[in-house]
């Protein structure tokens, strides 16, 4: 029954990605839906866009082994990180109606600038689309073993996505992030309502959470703690804001201002409903106590899939699935579209600069293709955790591309020759501190603070590198 239902499931969301090439006339149509989503739906596709599976295999696995100290970057970095977006960045953003985040870079910075960055970006990707490849191949594994390898999985698995995304673009992405967390809200919560019945009771899930001491506040009792917390926190805060995936949701609301509320209100559900996978594998010490400290030993992210499979009646297997499906599938497909989207726009578009708009949308479509092929191989020879490969896949943008745009959008004084020195400086001190004094001091923080005083000393510096500034390469938006 479950896998029969997983297998519907697929093949509709397959479906509706198909279903929304109706709407795609354009471009424009294809990577920010028209401009056209309302409130509801960008709440929804950002919430979405987050609540992956690095939340429901990942966060919770890591929260049963070192608590609320060893979640800091996701879920409160990450939901933070949003609300920033649409206190500070969203409105101005949405007024510039250029294509990508790239392009920002470009009409601020210049070509050297925006190629360099868009070049960040697209690789910082790897690693978020990678995680939710990998947990595609360990749900199909969980459910067949015998027919599926973990590998296997993760082939059938990013083929369904690119299938799914591909043709439809942003409006698929969109429509189908609307139906898919309407699956994860009610599938969590009724996974969580079943867990507490079998245990006896909240208040059994929260003892146990006390007595061992996961509820405990991460210690900031030295500078050296201080130091690491605040790291951790910025990584995913900070880091995930130059992204494509975040910038189209802003430029695809209707108006400014469901651009500005729409991640507000996306970043505040989803750190309350972060909690309800943490609850529901704090419940499995007290319903399979043995099987999780062998979990625990081997792989931790197995704890709930083994918990729902190997203890809860079929319909919970059912909601958990289609919850854990949906967020996977929301989540890959907004980030397979965003660094495809980069590419086309902002490095292919300097090769073949008169494509029309038709010529332009087939290469939306190929680089998606060929983004996919080079996120599987990433993700069938990585050994990280899906949580460490998402957490690391944002320090990248933080030391070379935060910094850039805070400054580009709210200091005048910033020059092409101060983004390009904190770009190259700040991935400098990071790669160097993680070399060499990664115990002592948090290579992120190396990166952006360097990054900064570059951003400030090489603008206000004698100006000797320059880039004259081309206006935007796309037709009009």
């Known amino acids: 029954m479950v896998i029969g239902f997983v297998a519907l499931y697929l093949l509709a969301s397959v ?50 082994q070192k608590g609320i100290s060893g979640v800091v970057e996701d879920p409160f970095g990450a939901s933070l990180c949003l609300v920033v977006v649409g206190l500070f960045f969203a409105g101005r953003l949405y007024k510039l109606n250029l294509l990508t985040i790239g392009s920002y870079y470009r009409e601020r910075y210049g070509t050297v600038v925006e190629i360099l960055m868009s070049v960040v970006i697209i690789l910082s990707y790897l690693g978020w689309v990678a995680a939710q490849v990998k947990a595609l191949g360990l749900v199909f594994h969980m459910l067949a073993p015998d027919l599926f390898s973990q590998e296997m999985g993760m082939i059938i698995g990013i083929i369904i996505v690119l299938v799914h995304t591909m043709f439809g673009g942003m409006w698929s992405v969109a429509i189908t992030d609307f139906l898919q967390m309407i699956v994860v809200v009610v599938g969590l919560i009724a996974i969580a309502w079943i867990a507490t019945g079998m245990v006896g009771g909240i208040d059994v899930v929260m003892a146990q959470a006390s007595s061992r001491d996961l509820l405990k506040p991460p210690s ?109 599938m929301s989540t890959a497909s907004a980030t397979l579209l965003a660094p495809s989207t980069t590419f086309a726009e902002n490095i292919l578009r300097h090769f073949r600069p008169n494509m029309n708009d038709k010529q332009f949308l087939f290469s939306l479509r190929a680089s998606m293709v060929a983004f996919t092929a080079c996120v599987l191989v990433f993700a069938l020879h990585s050994t ?54 990664a115990e002592a001091f948090p290579p992120a923080l190396a990166g952006l603070l360097t990054g900064l005083v570059a951003m400030v000393l090489g603008s206000l510096l004698p100006q000797v590198l320059r880039t004259r500034v081309k206006p935007s390469l796309h037709p009009a938006i």
């Open 220 to 328: 900031l009792a030295t500078p050296h703690d201080a130091l690491f917390f605040f790291a951790a926190l910025v990584t995913m805060m900070f880091g995930s804001i130059p992204q494509q995936d975040v910038y189209q949701r802003v430029m695809s609301a209707n108006n400014v201002d469901s651009a500005r509320r729409g991640p507000i209100i996306g970043g505040i559900c989803y750190l309350l409903f972060a909690f309800v996978p943490m609850y529901i594998a704090v419940s499995a010490f007290t319903i399979m106590p043995e099987e999780v400290k062998t979990l625990l030993a081997d792989d931790p992210q197995k704890v709930l899939p083994n918990l729902i499979l190997g203890h809860m009646p079929v319909i919970a297997q059912v909601f958990f699935f289609g919850a854990l499906l949906s967020a996977i």
């Open 384 to 437: 990280d955790s899906i949580y460490e490969m998402v957490a690391g896949a944002y320090t990248v943008t933080l030391v070379g591309a935060f910094i850039p745009l805070v400054f580009g959008l709210y200091w005048k004084r910033a020059t092409t020759q101060g983004a390009l020195l904190s770009a190259i400086l700040g991935t400098a001190a990071w790669l160097t501190c993680k070399m060499l004094w």
């Open 15 to 64: 479906a509706v990605g198909l279903y929304a090439t109706k709407w795609v006339k354009n471009s424009s149509d294809y990577a920010m839906a028209s401009r056209a989503l309302p409130l509801y739906m960008v709440v929804t596709t950002t919430f979405a866009t987050w609540f992956g599976s690095e939340l429901v295999l990942g966060v919770s696995s890591v929260f049963i």
